[in-house]
C-alpha cells in the first residue's frame, strides 16, 4: 500500500458527513512528524508506514464507533490484505498494555486478547507502535491539543474509568520514550500544530 491508497481506503470508508476521518488525518500529520524525527534520531523505521498506520487507525469507525473499532479496523485492513497498516489500529487501541492488563478489563474476550497477542508475539510492540498511540494521544476529535486536554475530553466523554486513565499514563510513557529518543520534549514537535 501507498499514502495514495491509503487516503482513497480512508476517503472511500469515511464518508463526507463523518468527522472521524479528519480525526484520522491530523493524526497521521502528527504521526508523520514525529516518526520523521525519530528516524533522523538514527531509529530504523519506516516513516511512511507510520504515517499510513495512523492515516488508518480508526478505520473501524467506519463499521462501529464502540470500544471494539480498533478490533474492527484491524480486521477490515488485514482482510483487505493490509496487515502492516492494520496493525496500527491496534497500535491505537492496546496502546502498549500488556496481556495482564487487557485481561483485566471484562469487554474483552479472552480469546480475543490471545489473538491481539499472538500479533504482538510475531513482532513485539516497537516505537512505531509508541509512535501511533502517541499521535492518537495528540488529537482531540480533529484539534491537535496537548495529550492532558485529549484525555481530559476522553474522561469528559465516556467517563472516569481505570481504562481511561491507564491510556492517559501510557499516553506520558509513549511521550517519555519518544522525548528520550529525539533528546527533545516530543511536545516541542507538535506545540506549533496546537489547533485548540
Keep these: 500500500m501507498n499514502l495514495t491508497e491509503a487516503h482513497n481506503i480512508l476517503n472511500d470508508k469515511g464518508g463526507s458527513s ?6 484520522c488525518r491530523q493524526v497521521a500529520k502528527v504521526a508523520k512528524i514525529i516518526a520523521e524525527k525519530v528516524y533522523s534520531a538514527g531509529v530504523d523505521l519506516d516513516v511512511g508506514l507510520c504515517e499510513r498506520q495512523a ?10 464507533h464502540g470500544p471494539l473499532h480498533g478490533w474492527t ?13 492494520a496493525r496500527g489500529c491496534l497500535s491505537h487501541w492496546v496502546k502498549g498494555r500488556n496481556y495482564e492488563e487487557m485481561l483485566q478489563e471484562p469487554l474483552w474476550k479472552k480469546s480475543l486478547i490471545d489473538y491481539v497477542f499472538g500479533v504482538y508475539k510475531k513482532r513485539p510492540w516497537s516505537i512505531n507502535d509508541a509512535i501511533i498511540s502517541f499521535a492518537d494521544s495528540s488529537v482531540c476529535h480533529t484539534s491537535i491539543v496537548s ?23 501510557l499516553a506520558q510513557i509513549h511521550a ?21
Design 73 to 85: 479496523g484491524f480486521i477490515l485492513l488485514k482482510n483487505m490484505g493490509y496487515l502492516d497498516e
Design 147 to 169: 495529550i492532558k486536554e485529549r484525555h481530559q475530553d476522553l474522561i469528559k466523554r465516556y467517563g472516569d474509568s481505570a481504562w481511561l486513565r491507564r491510556a492517559a499514563e
Design 18 to 23: 463523518m468527522s472521524w476521518p479528519e480525526h
Design 176 to 196: 517519555d520514550e519518544i522525548s528520550a529518543i529525539i533528546k527533545s520534549p516530543v511536545s516541542n514537535l507538535i506545540e506549533p500544530l496546537y489547533t485548540s
Design 55 to 64: 492515516l488508518l487507525h480508526d478505520i473501524g469507525r467506519s463499521k462501529t
